[in-house]
Structure formats: C-alpha cells, structure tokens
C-alpha cells in the first residue's frame, strides 16, 4: 500500500500541476492523453505483466515469447502514442514525441514493477516508486525555474522519472531475472492462450474511461472534459490503492492456486474490505469537494460529481478480487465476456445521458451501473468454473 500511495501521490502532483498551468482545456487534453496511458499500460501489463506473475516466466519459449512481447508492444505504442500526439491538445510535434518517449519508457519500468510484485518483492517495488517521484519531480522543478510548463514538458518528466525507475528496479533484481534476454516465437502460443483474453479483459475498464472522456470532449468539449477529470482527481489516490489491491491480490491467488489452496473466502473478504474501504474513503472528499477542488485545481468541484466517482470506484472495488481469482484461475475469457457486457452498458448509458442533456456530472453515475450486475456476475463465474477450455 505504501507503493500504490507513492504512485498516487506523483500522479496527483503531475496532475494538479496539469490543471493549475495548462488551463481547463488543456487540462483536459491531459486527461485524454492519461486515459490512453492507463489503457497502453493496461494492455501491455495484462499480456506481459500478469504472464509474469502467473505463466512459468523461467521457461526459455515462455521467456522468449514474453520478450518479444515486450519489445513489439514499445514499438506498436510508440507509433500509437506520436498518432495521438499529433491529434489531441495542440498537435505539435514535440509533443507527440514526448508523449510517444514516455509511453515506451513506462512500459519498460512497469515491466520491472511487474517482475518485483511477482517475486512479493514489495519493498523493494517501494524503492522503484519511490525512484520514479524524485526523477518525475526533479525534472519538473528544473523546467519550472527555467520556464513554462507545457504538456510537452509534463510528458518528458514523466519520461526521466521513469527511466530513474528503471535503472533503480534492474539494479535490484537478481541477475537470474536478467537472463537470457533473447526474443523468440516458439512460446507465444501458450503466452498468447492466457495472455490475450487477460490483456482484453484488462483494458476494458481503462479503455471505457477513455471512450467517456473522448465521448465527452465530442458532445460537449475539452473543457468539460477538464471538469470531469478534475471530479476524478479528488478521489484519485482511492483509484491507485484498488489498482495496487489488484496487483497483490493476483500474486497471492497465483501462488495460492499453484499450491493447490483454496482462493474463494480471500476473495470474499477482500471484496468486501475495499467496497467497503472504498465507499467510506470516499465520503469525506465528497463532502468536502468544493474546498478540495480549490485547494487541488483552483477551483470548486460539485459534490455530486465526485460522488459519482465515489459509487463508480466502489462497484470497481466490489468485482475485482474475483476478477483476479478468476484470472489465477486461468478463466481470463470469462471475465473478458462479463467485463465487455459491463464497459458497453457503462459507455452506452453515459451517451444517452450526454445526449438527453443529463450534464458531466451524471457520466460517472451512468458509467457504475453496468458495473453492479458485472460484479455478482464474476462472483459466481469464479465460484463454480474451472480454467477455460482453451487454458487448461
């Protein structure tokens, strides 16, 4: 938890920085570009970060295979990261570039996050966070006093403090997880059985959020993007600890599952403990938005709003141990059906509020509804089902 708390902590910084000096259009624009991160990031983990943790990743073909993984996913994001560079916020080109740079180097320093939570390194992931805060802010202080900040040099940040991250994360890593480095084909196959439905169903959650801001900037605008965002950023670090809860929860049920115990009362207790956690860590922000908003973005944030945000969390909370019980279990197509049924019905009631005119700040709200059924649905999927057919 301490790690997720570094992580959410930077990412508030860069955040509040975003929305006090670029402006709310911006700001918004930022949003969009962090929306597509998270989605990359969730893309990429869920094939090569969650095979880390569940596959045998000392097996040569599997190692092989994840290392071409690796590589093809930093060539394919970096050219997806220029296009959207050139496209979103003021399409310059240095922008792009920055954008497309720091995508590929967070890539590579999750990739290291990855490996230290699969060895329950997590003290040692402290450190790697920890790296990543210093190098991020350094840079930012450094272009602060030189000149103005801009997504471009927000974007470099990020860029140098993950690179920090890296050279801190292989610097602990035991030289057996260094070896043999080589790429390969001969094991992508068995990758690619648990990987693809994983890294699918994975992205969902993300790439809705990011198929809301981008719905929201069409219908209304960047601005009203801002606004939305700047409703998420007060309950931010609650989003980054359930991430973390995630993380840990899936290497203790792969651990778990190769041993042979039992998962389903872990998964009981832990989805009760973080709705639970959720709801009551997002009360006070509510309450307090107005305040919060001034004190974060230079500006009020209606209540309602972030309680929406409050509700979308806790459903997300809810379903996600047995997300990660059913991954464990190699049942990673199952939760992809259940989720994609859950991001469609999210995105879906969203449009239909925007249109009818229902305001941003009923986009959240509509965005939990799909996710309440998705949750006791995974529930009982993961109760009573074995590994995929196609996994086993």
Known sequence: MLSQGITAGTSLLLQMVAARVLGLAEFGAFAVFLALLVSASALYTGWVGDSLAVLDRHDPDTRAALVSSAVGGWA?????????????????????????????????????????????????????????????????????????????????????????????????????????????????????????????????????MLGSRVLVSGVVSLAAVGLLEAGRLVVAPLQVVINGAGSFLLAGFAARERGGGGTRLSADRAALLLAAATAVGGTLPAVFARPLGELLIGQPVEPLLVLGWVAYLTVWAAGLPYVTEAVARRMSRRVFTIRLADSAAGLATAAAVLVLGGGIAAVPWAMACGGVLSAWRLRRSAARGGPDRRNR
């Open 76 to 208: 394919l994001l970096f050219a997806a990261g220029c296009g959207a560079g050139l496209v979103v916020g003021d399409g310059g080109t240095v922008t792009a570039l920055a954008y497309a740079a720091m995508l590929v180097c967070w890539l590579a320093e999750e990739t290291i996050r990855r490996l230290l939570m699969a060895r329950l390194r997590f003290w040692h992931l402290v450190v790697n966070d920890a790296c990543y805060l210093a190098g991020t802010v350094a840079v930012l202080a450094l272009v602060a006093a030189m000149g103005e900040i801009t997504l471009a040099s927000l974007f470099g940040a990020m860029c140098a403090g993950a690179c920090v991250a890296v050279v801190a994360g292989v610097g602990q890593l035991p030289r057996e997880e260094l070896r043999q480095l080589r790429p390969g084909l001969a094991g992508m196959r068995a990758v690619a059985s648990f990987a693809v439905w994983r890294s699918l169903q994975a992205t969902l959650r993300p790439a809705a």
